[in-house]
């Protein structure tokens, strides 16, 4: 696995166990138990928080929550129809032969950075938990040798970085994108599941304002904030505009230029 990390990773706020899947053999549970520097041990009732490594198929599982990253899964391909897709590029800039460089800062489960490189975006995604960025890699990996070309083709266009975004710097020209974990009402039950299993490996970060202070500071053209609809504007600064769906929006941060020009 050629994942791109950095010692600025954080280690998971609740304690996680690797398990192998039931009838398969264990090597490449143990190998990700020793590179995650977590505790491996051998298959039986599921229970607590765990990380469950197959030969072909890996995903995190909490008090019955199960959280996966598939790329060609059916809900990604009925997403890849979708009308928020259209919202996010157009957020990022994207247009007619002009597909922005991403740097996604909270890449967390990267669907998102998906839907962007599928778009014709080169992505970043920055995940500052081993884990999450382990499991990003392991799905772009399989990605790679999908059936369908445009998903291989997305995962071309991708990689992932393990590091905590605040100590990186963002190249020039790139979009930033930033999607902070936040609470959500009115979700379902499933997805509530889910949020809970993230929140468990990296809670909400306490503030904030570091996030933003640390996008403001960086050398890029356009800032991409998604937020829930009705949620305060992440930071002082006004957007340039934002555009909704009917749970979510994104507020855009569009600069001058550091040379002195502008967009």
């Given at each position: ?10 280690k998971?706020s609740g ?8 009838g398969?053999?264990p ?15 051998d298959y ?13 198929a890996t995903?995190?599982?909490?008090e019955g929550?199960k959280v996966?990253v598939q790329?060609?899964?059916?809900a ?22 002009h597909?922005?460089?991403?740097f ?6 990267a ?13 970043t995604v ?11 890699q392991?799905?772009l ?19 992932v970085v393990?590091?905590?975004?605040l ?8 979009v930033?994108?930033?999607d ?7 979700k ?5 599941k ?5 929140q468990?490996?990296?809670a ?8 933003w202070?640390?996008?403001w500071r ?18 002082p ?5 934002t555009l909704?769906?009917?749970a979510i929006?994104f ?10 020009g502008?967009e």
């Open positions: 696995m050629q994942l791109v990390s950095s010692d600025q990773r954080s998971p304690e996680l166990t690797v398990l192998p899947i039931q398969e053999s090597k490449r549970a143990r190998a990700t138990a020793a590179y995650l520097d977590l505790t491996y041990r039986g009732s599921i229970s607590g928080a765990n990380l469950v490594v197959g030969e072909t995903w995190l599982e909490l929550a996966t790329f060609d899964s059916s990604m391909r009925h997403r890849r129809r979708g009308g928020h897709n259209e919202l996010l590029g157009r957020a990022i800039g994207i247009k007619e032969n597909y922005p460089a991403v996604d800062a909270t890449g967390g489960l669907r998102d950075a998906f839907v962007l490189a599928d778009s014709g975006c080169c992505v920055c995940e500052r938990v081993p884990v999450l960025a382990w499991l990003v392991d799905a990996e399989a990605a790679q040798v999908s059936a369908h070309d445009h998903v291989r083709e997305a995962a071309g266009r991708m990689r393990a590091a905590d975004s100590q990186l710097t963002v190249e020039e020209r790139s930033l994108y930033l902070p974990m936040f609470p959500e009402r009115k379902a039950a499933a997805v509530r889910e949020a809970a299993a993230l468990y490996l990296a909400p970060m306490e503030d904030e304002i570091d996030l202070e640390w996008a960086q050398p890029v053209d356009r800032i991409v904030v998604k937020r829930p609809l009705r949620a305060p504007t992440l930071g600064q006004n957007p340039s505009h909704s769906g009917k929006r507020d855009v941060f569009v600069r001058q230029r550091v040379n002195g502008s």
